[in-house]
């Protein structure tokens, strides 16, 4: 019997939600970690049972917990985050240099070929990596001084490494995001990176074809087709058919364009989901409707899904690490809101429930499909 | 032996009780007691002083004998009392949050 395990990281704790296959009764466990903001949580594809989490407090700084047993038990692994070298200056919000500081783990993403290894996104934005389940770091440092680390801006949530995507057909090769610095490709592990975002246009940079700059929020692919990339940046969605060397939008019907997460059915790889928020200076949907939009086109026509979501009155957020899907034979979607709520559709997004309603507000979801 | 007052999260985190006692060579000064402590409990590394600079992180603080000594020099003696174990180092979480 199948089982979905729904792991829910919050600015007070992280918590686990599982169910059978039929994903209609849950068991809730937690709060792990009580108190502390988790950033995000993540399971092995190879060993489902190791999970990792990012904690981090303003007291007490970054911890990193591994569990080998699905979440039950939890140990202090390594939280040495240190830059490679010099770590030089970004630019800071006022364009003026700024040294690179650590401050937290934003992502945590478990290698698809090895156990014991497992990349971190940070802020400030760096890639790191561990090959010994989390016991030491070391910075790939390739990506932060290729060139244009130096003209790096943070976004207003910080200046984030927040989407590590690894392509299932190549190990060497993988896709990251910084807000807000832009989209970025290796093909040799993490060694040397070139910046992919061509196409993307942001309103307000002097240069419209600015090499970097650009606040990408997420990106996301489907592991059938690591060469077709998907991302919401902070105005537009956005498509590239070869992997990030050029994109074109496909916000289409959206109502907004606006958002935080995108993600894609895991059967379907031209279906693809985000959350439209209002705008920049509004983080929350319009009109005060929470709807999820997919598009089975791949982008450019979108449909409402809101069967099940309130649709008056409501004025949550959805961050960009907080939308999953399972990889049962009906594909379920999860999202999770700054209200505290993790919402699941069983059957991709045409009816959806609350699976828990009064969490501390959620930063991110993931999803484990157990066979 | 050097008794030490760790904050509820930290308790937590090293899985102990409020107060723990940490053997100490030399001089007693907060650097060698953070150290013993760290020593003794690795999952504290990082989380009261900065992994890089060793300094204490910006939201706690220590205090001994009604004193604050946050702004002391780490390698400072420590007060006699808490050298000869009769009072506790405390190593408070800052009150902020609203």
């Known amino acids: 019997m199948s089982k979905v395990r729904v792991l829910v990281g919050t600015r007070k704790g992280a918590f686990i939600l599982t169910s059978d296959g039929k994903r209609e009764q849950w068991d809730i466990s937690g709060p792990h970690f009580a108190g502390w903001e988790i950033y995000h949580l993540k399971g092995s594809p190879l060993d489902p049972d190791r999970l990792y989490a990012s904690q981090s407090s303003g007291w007490f700084g970054q911890l990193i917990q591994r569990s080998s047993d699905g979440g039950k038990t939890w140990e202090a692994v390594g939280n040495k985050f240190v830059y490679d070298g010099v770590p030089g200056t970004h630019q800071w919000y006022d364009g003026t240099p700024h040294p690179w500081e650590f401050k937290r783990v934003w992502h945590l993403e478990p290698s698809l070929t090895d156990a014991d290894t497992v990349y971190a996104g940070v802020e400030d934005a760096a890639l790191f990596r561990s090959t010994d389940a989390g016991q030491t770091w070391q910075e790939l440092s390739g990506l932060r001084r290729h060139g244009t680390g130096p003209r790096w801006q943070p976004g207003a949530g910080g200046m984030c490494l927040h989407t590590i995507l690894l392509d299932p057909g190549d190990p060497g090769r993988m896709f990251i995001a910084i807000s807000a610095a832009g989209a970025f490709r290796t093909g040799d592990g993490g060694q040397t990176w070139q910046p992919i975002n061509r196409g993307l246009h942001s309103q307000f940079l002097p240069d419209p074809k600015a090499e970097v700059g650009h606040c990408v929020h997420r990106m996301a692919m489907h592991p059938s087709r690591p060469n077709v990339l998907f991302m919401q940046k902070h105005w537009d969605v956005m498509r590239s058919d070869d992997a990030g060397n050029s994109w074109q939008e496909v916000s289409g019907n959206l109502p907004t364009d606006f958002g935080f997460p995108i993600d894609v059915h895991a059967h379907e790889p031209e279906t693809i989901y985000v959350v439209p928020i209002k705008s920049d200076s509004e983080h929350f949907p319009l009109d005060g409707k929470l709807r999820v939009y997919r598009s089975r086109t791949g982008g450019n026509q979108w449909e409402a899904l809101t069967k099940g979501l309130p649709q008056s009155n409501c004025y949550v957020n959805v961050l960009r690490d907080a939308m999953a899907v399972d990889s049962l034979d009906s594909c379920g979607v999860y999202f999770g809101t700054t209200g505290g709520q993790v919402y699941g559709s069983a059957d991709a997004g045409d009816h959806w429930a609350p699976i828990v309603c009064d969490l501390p507000a959620v930063v991110s979801v993931e999803v484990q499909t157990l066979r | ?98």
């Open chain 2, 1 to 98: 032996m050097i008794r030490v007052v760790l904050p509820q999260h930290l308790r937590t985190l090293a899985r102990v009780g409020a107060e723990v006692s940490v053997e100490v060579d030399g001089a007693v000064t907060q650097r060698s007691v953070l150290d013993a402590l760290e020593a003794r409990y690795p999952m504290l590394r990082g989380t009261i002083r900065d992994h890089l600079t060793q300094e204490r992180r910006p939201f706690l603080r220590f205090f001994a004998c009604q004193q604050d000594l946050s702004h002391e020099w780490p390698d400072a003696p420590l007060p006699s009392a808490v050298a000869a174990g009769k009072e506790p180092f405390l190593i408070i979480g800052a009150i902020a949050g609203g």
